[in-house]
């Protein structure tokens, strides 16, 4: 029978022997020198910093929409201080403003338009509603938005204003007449609203 004693210290022996020879094949290379890690604190170079700034700067330029038109100026002006702004989405709320605005206007529905009208706009609406009720004039009804397109856009101090000009025929159930209108919406693009409101209307030929 061993000592107890003896056999834990040839146990610790093997044991240190055993580690000892982990330790120099894990940490030596092939050429019996330390291994060297990559440190992690080390400061990129200028050449990397560089690099970086070029990379960034080219996705940057890659996510930045392309102005076409005689409306890219004051669109990119737009865009360069409000960049949630984009033709696509201007346009799809610009249609639908129309049609919500021409309904609201057919009906007389002026807590719907209130919101939507500047107050110079909504005055002249207004008056306009309350003497078609006075008169007993027909409404014209919107059938169809033929054309809707930007024509100017510009961005005045915090102020953008994008003219859109429509093409829509309106209805009374016996005359069908073409409207051709230049609307212009505006936004504060430094405000909390997201939303445009109707600033101008003026009827073209």
């Given at each position: 029978m061993f000592d107890p004693v003896i056999e834990v210290l040839v146990l610790a022996a093997v044991a240190l022997i055993v580690l000892s020879r982990l330790y120099m094949a894990l940490g030596r290379g092939g050429n019996d020198r330390p291994v060297q890690r990559p440190s992690t604190s080390a400061a990129p170079s200028e050449n990397n910093l560089a690099e970086l700034a070029e990379r960034r700067e080219r996705r940057v330029n890659a996510e930045r929409p392309i102005f076409t038109g005689p409306a890219a100026s004051g669109l990119e002006d737009i865009y360069n201080a409000d960049n949630s702004f984009s033709v696509s989405g201007f346009m799809q709320g610009a249609k639908s403003a129309y049609t919500m605005i021409v309904g609201a206007f057919a009906k007389g529905d002026r807590a719907a338009l209130r919101p939507l009208l500047d107050d110079d706009v909504y005055e002249?609406?207004?008056?306009?509603?309350?003497?078609?009720?006075?008169?007993?004039?027909?409404?014209?009804?919107?059938?169809?938005?033929r054309r809707a397109e930007i024509e100017s856009a510009e961005l005045d101090g915090n102020t953008a204003r994008v003219v859109v000009r429509y093409e829509a025929e309106l209805g009374d159930g016996e005359i069908t007449r073409t409207a051709k209108e230049l609307w212009t919406f505006m936004r504060n693009v430094k405000g909390s609203d997201p939303n445009w409101i109707l600033d101008d209307v003026d009827t073209v030929a």
């Open positions: 002249a609406w207004d008056a306009a509603i309350t003497a078609r009720e006075t008169n007993g004039d027909k409404t014209f009804e919107l059938l169809r938005v």
